[in-house]
């Protein structure tokens, strides 16, 4: 990883301000303790503001000074990362936590999906797919059946259908070949697997015979196909026809 790449990825921890990693770059510019009057003039701000994000680099564990004489700052010589990590897993745990009462609370208040209306909708892009295909996965209540030759690895994805089989929810899955590290992941969320010689489209999954969403075509890494809720289909029929001639994979 180069300067660049560093910065780059402090950037999308979305933990740092702007200001705040222009002054830690100036500061990696220089071998030695060094004045925040030094650090102001090469970043082209004030002194005043130039302390403050110094201090907010300290908080965070990668700039280092005297208390007792803070007019002179130095790069940690000690790793931070492992402790912001931690930082941030517990504010990961705890918003977990938050989420599960929300959820309790809300489970009460469920109705029919899409408030028992027929739609047929098309979207474009792997931001639209993964939400929609996430909103079945929860909406479930019997059974899944995906049949695919492309199954997007993404946490997004994975955390529905686990709490889809927590549910009590069958997920099944026809696919003519897979990534080895998503087929172990979908195998830990108790999908059951069987392998088929041919698949039409990239991605089908329907939920309950009613709900599904297609995918068509996918290219460098983008997807489009249709989204559909309350519809009746003869999927299932056609599905369990391919899954008892199907191979375990």
Same mark, same amino acid.
């Given at each position: 990883?180069?300067?660049?790449?560093?910065?780059l990825?402090l950037?999308k921890?979305?933990?740092?301000?702007?200001l705040?990693?222009?002054?830690l770059?100036?500061?990696?510019?220089?071998?030695?303790?060094?004045?925040?009057?030094e650090i102001?003039?090469?970043?082209g701000?004030?002194?005043t503001?130039?302390?403050?994000?110094?201090y907010?680099?300290?908080k965070?564990g990668l700039?280092e000074y005297d208390?007792?004489?803070?007019k002179?700052f130095?790069?940690? #010589? /000690?790793?931070?990362?492992? +402790?912001?990590?931690s930082?941030v897993? &517990?504010?990961?745990?705890?918003k977990?936590r938050? *989420?599960?009462?929300?959820e309790r609370?809300?489970s009460?208040?469920?109705?029919?999906?899409?408030?028992g209306?027929?739609?047929?909708?098309?979207?474009?892009g792997?931001?639209?797919?993964?939400?929609?295909?996430?909103?079945?996965?929860?909406?479930?209540r019997?059974?899944v059946l995906?049949?695919?030759n492309?199954f997007p690895?993404?946490?997004?994805?994975f955390?529905?259908?686990k709490r889809?089989?927590?549910?009590g929810?069958?997920?099944?899955?026809l696919t003519?070949?897979?990534?080895? #590290? /998503?087929l172990?992941?979908? +195998?830990?969320l108790?999908a059951?697997? &069987?392998?088929?010689?041919?698949?039409?489209?990239p *991605?089908?999954?329907?939920?309950?015979?009613?709900?599904g969403?297609?995918?068509?075509?996918v290219?460098?890494?983008?997807?489009?196909?249709?989204?559909?809720?309350n519809?009746?289909?003869?999927?299932?029929?056609?599905f369990?026809?391919?899954w008892?001639?199907?191979g375990e994979?």
């Amino acid at each position: 990883m180069n300067e660049e790449e560093f910065f780059l990825f402090l950037r999308k921890t979305g933990m740092f301000d702007k200001l705040e990693l222009k002054v830690l770059q100036a500061l990696m510019t220089f071998d030695r303790p060094v004045r925040a009057s030094e650090i102001a003039k090469k970043c082209g701000m004030t002194v005043t503001n130039t302390y403050r994000y110094l201090y907010s680099l300290s908080k965070k564990g990668l700039v280092e000074y005297d208390k007792n004489s803070s007019k002179v700052f130095w790069l940690t #010589g /000690v790793n931070p990362f492992p +402790r912001l990590f931690s930082y941030v897993s &517990r504010e990961y745990l705890e918003k977990k936590r938050i *989420f599960k009462e929300l959820e309790r609370f809300y489970s009460s208040r469920t109705g029919e999906v899409w408030g028992g209306r027929e739609k047929i909708e098309r979207y474009s892009g792997i931001d639209e797919f993964l939400p929609m295909a996430s909103y079945l996965l929860d909406a479930a209540r019997d059974e899944v059946l995906i049949a695919c030759n492309w199954f997007p690895d993404d946490i997004v994805l994975f955390d529905s259908m686990k709490r889809c089989t927590e549910r009590g929810v069958a997920v099944k899955i026809l696919t003519t070949e897979m990534d080895e #590290g /998503v087929l172990e992941i979908l +195998r830990k969320l108790g999908a059951e697997i &069987r392998f088929v010689e041919k698949i039409i489209q990239p *991605f089908i999954m329907v939920s309950d015979n009613r709900h599904g969403i297609t995918v068509e075509m996918v290219k460098d890494g983008e997807c489009s196909g249709l989204w559909f809720v309350n519809k009746l289909t003869d999927y299932r029929k056609k599905f369990y026809d391919l899954w008892e001639e199907a191979g375990e994979l």
